[in-house]
């Protein structure tokens, strides 16, 4: 059996060696969870909720080990881990509290004769290839709600968080889920096309728009439900009536956190002229005091750029941003090695004929764009392939409504910006992906309704 190598990203020091799946060991792997799946889905509810509640005891019970192992294999600052971490709490909360009444069959017509039911049935064996950058949100947003009802799930985590995938199983194991309906599946690429070979009835994705179409193409013709959560390139508009430090500070973290590793991280922002100057100068000073650092010292906020290529994307974009015209203020280039780093850039004078502002950076880079009112900036915000979350920060509710029910975007913000909530849909429009997670509905994708038509006996 083959080997993974899990290095941290840091300062390129060897963390595990994890022996990793292969095709066989895939398909052993699928065929236990279809024969596992039955038995776990005729389960009485309250028995998978227990489970969950077990799952979740631990995360907190372990949570600093966890965030350490998060921290060494991601390059996430380990203050970050832990509000990943707590910030999965909540999210469980409300899957605990909802998932029994998401699936409840729907009684919807009833005449005395004839009755009428909506029921939600599990889909089966559904397949799961996760997100490196939130392993235990984007991984808990399909596995926890999969599980509740009644589903096997065949997980395959980022090779690049691994050690957190295996973590993330260990636990569910721990509470209660069998061994046979929850496999972890250990690898790269070849481990995750091995996986689409198998018959499936579900496959949720979360990561990048290529792999998202690599997936798409590999299971055209099979009728296999699919979801993908794909990228973004999040814009956001402070308009000329906004406090433009307040939203200075706020869009500085919102384009910053996580080293800018998030499909919703803000990407693109666009200002009003009567605010841009006083709003860059925020911004810059705001971004001056982001400490980079070890990601394991409490005070770091910008850590590590978790895959190496990324770094000559981030360059790229800088350098063909610089060439068309823009001024660049801080940062540009990868810092010094061993290990991934690159400095929050900030660059104005942009424009979209620039990659910067149309292609997902996924860094801790941003470009500011000066605009001369609303109907500018959003067709600017509309031109994009992508969907994803969009954001406008003014005084005036009723605005900022109007604005931003005529952007295209899954997600809209008002004087908020990289926000998630379990009480709310996440999806995108557009190549940010088909589906959806997080919801009410989003427990129910991972069931199907069948028809109940009842006539009572004369």
Not at 207 to 220: D, E, F, K, N, P
């Amino acid at each position: 059996m083959s080997e993974l190598l899990v290095h941290n990203p840091y300062d390129g020091t060897l963390v595990a060696r994890l022996a990793a799946d292969d095709a066989a060991s895939v398909a052993a792997r699928a065929a236990a969870a279809r024969a596992a799946q039955p038995a776990w889905a005729a389960r009485p509810m309250a028995e998978r909720l227990a489970a969950i509640g077990r799952f979740r005891a631990a995360v907190v019970a372990q949570l600093e080990a966890l965030a350490a192992t998060l921290t060494s294999e991601v390059g996430k600052p380990i203050a970050q881990s832990r509000n990943e971490l707590n910030g999965l709490l909540p999210r469980l909360d409300f899957f605990l509290e909802q998932g029994e009444g998401a699936v409840r069959a729907e009684r919807v017509f009833d005449d005395g004769a004839m009755r009428e039911e909506i029921g939600h049935v599990p889909l089966g064996v559904v397949a799961n290839i996760s997100a490196w950058n939130y392993p235990w949100f984007v991984g808990c947003n399909v596995l926890v709600p999969a599980l509740l009802t009644g589903n096997a799930v065949l997980y395959k985590p980022s090779e690049h968080a691994a050690l957190t995938g295996q973590a993330i199983t260990r636990l569910l194991h721990e509470a209660g889920v069998p061994a046979e309906v929850l496999h972890c599946l250990v690898g790269a690429g070849a481990v995750g096309q091995a996986l689409l070979a198998q018959p499936i009835d579900g496959l949720f994705f979360t990561g990048s728009h290529a792999t998202g179409q690599r997936i798409a193409q590999a299971l055209a013709g099979r009728f296999v439900k699919l979801q993908l959560e794909l990228g973004g390139k999040d814009p956001t508009y402070v308009r000329a009536d906004a406090d433009p430090a307040a939203a200075a500070e706020s869009l500085a973290d919102g384009a910053m956190y996580n080293t800018g590793q998030s499909c919703c991280s803000v990407e693109r922002i666009y200002v009003h002229e009567a605010v841009h100057d006083v709003f860059v100068d925020r911004f810059l000073a705001t971004v001056a005091g982001f400490r980079a650092g070890p990601p394991t010292d409490e005070g770091t906020y910008i850590g590590a750029i978790t895959r190496a290529p990324q770094l000559d994307v981030l360059e790229a974009q800088v350098a063909d941003a610089v060439a068309k015209g823009a001024t660049l203020h801080c940062g540009g280039r990868r810092g010094p090695g061993p290990g991934n780093h690159f400095p929050p850039t900030v660059l104005t004078g942009v424009d979209h004929s620039m990659e910067l502002m149309r292609e997902e950076s996924f860094g801790p880079v941003i470009g500011i764009q000066k605009v001369s009112g609303d109907e500018e900036a959003v067709a600017l915000m509309n031109d994009t392939r992508y969907g994803l979350t969009a954001g406008v920060y003014t005084r005036d509710e009723a605005a900022a409504r109007a604005l931003l029910a005529r952007v295209n975007a899954g997600t809209v913000y008002w004087n908020c910006c990289d926000r998630v909530s379990p009480r709310l849909p996440w999806s995108g429009v557009g190549d940010s992906g088909v589906g959806l997670t997080l919801s009410v509905e989003g427990i129910r994708t991972f069931t199907r309704p069948k028809a109940w038509h009842l006539r009572s006996p004369r």
